[in-house]
């Protein structure tokens, strides 16, 4: 069930209303009310500002919002992250960080035994190794904080390309594929392209 929480985190205020994915109850005195902000071309309106003068407004003001609480998942088990490396996932070897991607399993007489093939980030593969070795990753998909300007990437088919990160009206921020004279999203991005040093084009953490 979803829940909610009173905030006075302008910043996330500011990120919630920018995503578009969220209306936000605001209380000045008065019984809530609800608003939106609104996209402008390339640009963000909170209610006729910007978002430095609209996260100025609400600090003199000292509203406050009612925004969704983050729910805290449950840790992932270790028998979890081995049932979650299966070909196409990325994965980080325990002892020395190295970082591949699986390429295919094989035998062993339990979930604990399988054996894993990787082909690591430098373009060299190991395989029949032990999937206890590694440790689970998971690649989420860049954000307009994170996402590079300007990018060289290799597409799966092989084809080299530089990727640009810019507004567009209709996806909002997405890359344009200068080669193929495309604008995708950036979740195609991590799914279709990687870097030239192997690396994913997307962010990869630990999963826990």
Not at 68 to 78: A, F, G, K
Not at 120 to 129: E, F, H, I, R, V
Request: net charge neutral.
């Amino acid at each position: 069930m979803k829940t909610y929480e009173i905030s006075k985190d302008y910043e996330l205020l500011a990120d919630l209303l920018e995503s578009g994915a969220v209306i936000v109850k605001r209380f000045g005195g008065k019984p809530w009310t609800q608003f939106q902000a609104t996209k402008q071309g390339k640009y963000t309106s909170f209610r006729g500002h910007g978002r430095a003068s609209f996260i100025s407004l609400c600090q003199m003001q000292n509203w406050e919002f009612i925004v969704p609480t983050v729910e805290v998942p449950e840790p992932v088990t270790r028998k979890q992250q081995l049932e979650m490396m299966i070909t196409g996932e990325w994965v980080k070897h325990l002892a020395t960080g190295r970082i591949g991607r699986v390429t295919g399993y094989g035998c062993g007489t339990s979930i604990e035994t399988r054996r894993i093939d990787v082909r690591w980030t430098d373009g060299s593969t190991s395989n029949a190794m032990a999937a206890e070795a590694f440790g689970a990753m998971r690649l989420k998909w860049w954000i307009f904080s994170t996402a590079p300007v300007q990018l060289k990437a290799i597409r799966r088919d092989g084809a080299e390309t530089i990727l640009y990160f810019e507004a567009d009206d209709v996806l909002g921020w997405c890359f344009y594929d200068s080669r193929h004279k495309v604008r995708i999203n950036a979740r195609e991005v991590a799914e279709e392209y990687v870097q030239l040093n192997g690396m994913p084009c997307g962010e990869l953490e630990d999963v826990k």
